[in-house]
Nanobody, 127 residues
Framework: QVQLVESGGGLVQPGGSLRLSCAAS????????IGWFRQVPGKEREGVWC????????YYADSVKGRFTVSRDNAKNTLYLQMNSLKPEDTAVYYC????????????????????WGKGTLVTVSS
């Protein structure tokens, strides 16, 4: 069974840091497109980062470049989102998602094809 489980959300002050985890089971991260997304109630889900298994490339949203970094632990089949210099506008529910097709690519826009989702973890940036 393909499953993604996020953890690590919480309340942090502006300028602070937080690390989110996404534990995958039922598939190996390296071979499928996987991404971090976030959503604020009432707004569209926004892509934060994505890895394309088709060409090995990664993509960051302009809004998080230089502040967010994604890493992975292959032994644990887990993805991490390190978030630094957090801003109030980073407040959202963060999700990881995967395209369950072998060798898949990141969506050109939105989250098309990313059919496996975790339940999300809430990040609140506030003083």
């Amino acid at each position: 069974q393909v499953q993604l489980v996020e953890s690590g959300g919480g309340l942090v002050q502006p300028g602070g840091s937080l690390r989110l985890s996404c534990a995958a089971s039922g598939f190996t991260l390296d071979y499928y497109a996987i991404g971090w997304f976030r959503q604020v109630p009432g707004k569209e889900r926004e892509g934060v980062w994505c890895f394309s298994a088709s060409n090995g490339r990664t993509y960051y949203a302009d809004s998080v470049k230089g502040r967010f970094t994604v890493s992975r632990d292959n032994a644990k089949n887990t993805l991490y989102l390190q978030m630094n210099s957090l801003k109030p506008e980073d407040t959202a529910v963060y999700y990881c998602a995967a395209n369950p097709n072998f060798g898949s690519s990141c969506p050109n826009s939105g989250h098309s094809g990313m059919d496996v989702w975790g339940k999300g973890t809430l990040v609140t940036v506030s003083s």
